[in-house]
Each structure stands twice: as structure tokens, then as C-alpha cells.
């Protein structure tokens, strides 16, 4: 490794942040077991928070962003890991208080890790990333529960966002019978062209209502929240179950109990920032076997590294269709 590396760098002054794409020290490097040569990471939500300096997702500065990224061990103090092997990380705290993947170079926690899955390619693992990841374990939630491609509707809210489009994507290769809910009218085709059955607008989930609505759902993921999950939950069919994963729309729910003690109906909880090993390793083993690689040439797009600073802004305003990913070395 050179003395110095490229990486996206955020700064705070006077409350203010900015980011600049610069060159960095090697011994800036945080503490870590395993030293990766970054490949790509991933623009997600939650990076768009932390560079437009919202939300303190951030807890101390100077932060590199990215949640995610793959790489190849290049230096390791640990025995599950050599250097050359390839590697992904989602979650920990990485590009929150932990440096991320927006840089040629991270050091992390061996225990972060995940190797690569044989098929997967470091631009196909990053073109899932962390959506692909959280829409993986939300539908692992909602197989717990007793879903299965028995011909019922399934839906997926923020269909066009990069978990949204990653869940359609996903149950409808494994059969699924998927509505897509968005207020994006120019990605009906996208989503079509994704597997979705049907695409509704998200205007009658969001719409103030009774409790209760007409029955519908046999299992949804929503990458939404705010006044979209309860439109959801007052829908779901009898012990049908959401799987809730987002909350773009907001953190408030105003729902009521009926429908969990009328028709039993079930919200589960995706947290995919501290998933298990084992589970991660489930997971992408899934993901590599089952999602169709055509599915990420239509659900990605790579950029480099300097357009992850004006794209911030865009996918924080939903205007960014799937999932766009970050070449750092570009």
C-alpha cells in the first residue's frame, strides 16, 4: 500500500459539513484486524444522510462515508482471513463511526467480514449491497412466517428505490406474485420489466383512513415507513405479515391494534446493521444463488467515486432509481 490513498473525506465546522474527494494519509487509517483493498461501495440513503450531514448520522469527524463496499484483503492480523481473499462488509457502524468504503482502503474488524460468495463478482456483490442485503432478510422474515409463492399478492413499498427494486426483483424470481407501490410514474416499465405484476401508486396506502382496510396482502416489505406502514398493516391479510425496513417516509406510526388483534397480523423488524454471521452467511449465499444477474445490469448503476457528493442530495429526494454504486478507484 502507497503512503497515501484516495477517499471521499466529511468535515464539520460550525455545524456545517462538507465533502471533498482528497487524498489521505495511510496512517489516518482507523484501527483494524484486516486492512481491504476497496473495489466499489455503494451509495445507500443512509450515505446521502451522512454527506448531506443530516440526521447525525455521523458521530465524529473526519468521517469517510459508505456503509458498504468489497474489496480484497490486502493486510490481515486475523486467521479467517489471508491477504487476497475477497470480502464484503454491510453494517457495524462503518461509514457512521467507523471509516467506510468511499476510499481505495478501509481497515475494519475481521468479524465484519463476509467472504465473498463463489459466483458473485465485486461489482455484482456491490450492485446488491446493502439493499440487496436488507431486501434478502426481509423476505427470509417473512419465509419464518409462514410465506410462501402460493399464488397470494405480496407487496413492496418504495418499489423503485434500491432495496424496493432489489425485493422485486427477488420474489419474483422465486415466484412471487409482486405489487409494487411508488409515486414515481416514469418507473412503471422499470419495475415491470423487474417482475412486478402490478404497480400501484402509493397515494391509497399513505391516505388517512379507518383502522382497518380491505384485506389484500399476503406478506409486504416496506422500505418506507412514515404514513406508509400503516396504509400496509390495515391491508395485510389475516396473520399476513410486513416486514418493515426503511423509513424514509418518516419515523412516526400512527397505526392502531386492530388488525394485530383482529386479524393477526404481524410487523417485523429488519435490522441489518449487527446481523448475526451465520445469518449474513445465509443471506448471501441465497442472494448469489437465487437473483438474477440481468436484474443488476437494470437495477445498477457504477459512478465514480467524486459523483457520490451531488448524488447525496438526489437520493435523499427519491431521485435515484435503484442502486447506484461507487467506484473508488475512478
Known amino acids: 500500500m502507497a503512503d497515501t490513498f484516495t477517499a471521499l473525506i466529511l468535515e464539520q465546522h460550525n455545524n456545517q459539513t462538507s465533502a471533498e474527494v482528497r487524498s489521505v494519509p495511510r ?35 473526519p468521517m469517510v462515508p459508505g456503509i458498504d463496499f468489497v474489496g480484497t484483503v490486502e493486510e490481515s492480523a486475523s486467521p479467517a482471513y489471508a491477504p487476497g481473499d475477497a470480502v464484503i462488509l454491510t453494517g457495524w457502524g462503518v461509514g457512521e463511526r467507523h471509516w ?37 432478510l426481509s423476505l427470509l422474515a417473512l419465509e419464518e412466517r409462514g410465506l410462501a409463492p402460493d399464488g397470494r399478492e405480496v407487496l413492496v413499498t418504495g418499489a423503485s428505490g434500491g ?80 416486514a418493515a425496513c426503511g423509513n424514509a417516509g418518516g419515523f412516526d406510526l400512527p397505526t392502531s391494534v386492530l388488525p394485530f388483534i383482529l386479524r393477526g397480523v404481524n410487523l417485523l423488524g429488519i435490522n441489518s446493521l449487527d446481523t448475526p454471521l451465520e445469518r449474513r452467511k445465509v443471506a448471501w449465499g441465497r442472494l448469489a444463488r437465487e437473483l438474477p444477474r440481468d436484474t443488476l445490469q ?26 447506484t454504486v461507487i467506484d473508488v478507484n475512478a
Do not use: C
Open 27 to 61: 496512517d489516518a487509517l482507523p484501527a483494524g484486524d484486516v486492512l481491504v483493498r476497496v473495489a466499489y461501495s455503494g451509495l445507500n440513503y443512509k450515505d446521502g444522510l451522512a454527506i448531506r450531514g443530516k440526521n447525525k448520522v455521523v458521530r465524529s469527524y
Open 298 to 323: 437494470r437495477t445498477a448503476h457504477v459512478v465514480p467515486l467524486r459523483e457520490a457528493i451531488p448524488l447525496a442530495e438526489q437520493i435523499l429526494r427519491s431521485q435515484v432509481r435503484g442502486h
Open 163 to 242: 432495496v424496493g427494486s432489489l425485493a422485486v426483483a427477488l420474489l419474483a424470481a422465486l415466484g412471487y406474485s409482486v405489487v409494487a407501490s411508488t409515486g414515481r410514474a416514469d418507473a412503471h416499465d422499470y419495475l415491470r420489466a423487474l417482475g412486478a405484476k402490478e404497480i400501484i401508486d402509493r397515494t391509497p396506502l399513505t391516505a388517512e383512513s379507518g383502522p382497518m382496510g380491505s384485506a389484500r396482502w399476503a406478506g409486504a416489505i416496506d422500505t418506507v415507513g412514515g404514513a406508509t406502514l400503516p396504509g400496509v398493516i390495515r391491508t395485510l391479510a389475516p396473520n399476513a405479515s410486513v
Open 100 to 136: 467506510g468504503g468511499m476510499a481505495q482502503y478501509a481497515r475494519v474488524k475481521s468479524e465484519w467480514l463476509v467472504p465473498l460468495p463463489d459466483g458473485l463478482t465485486p461489482r455484482d456483490a456491490m450492485a446488491i449491497g446493502t439493499a440487496g442485503f436488507t431486501a434478502m
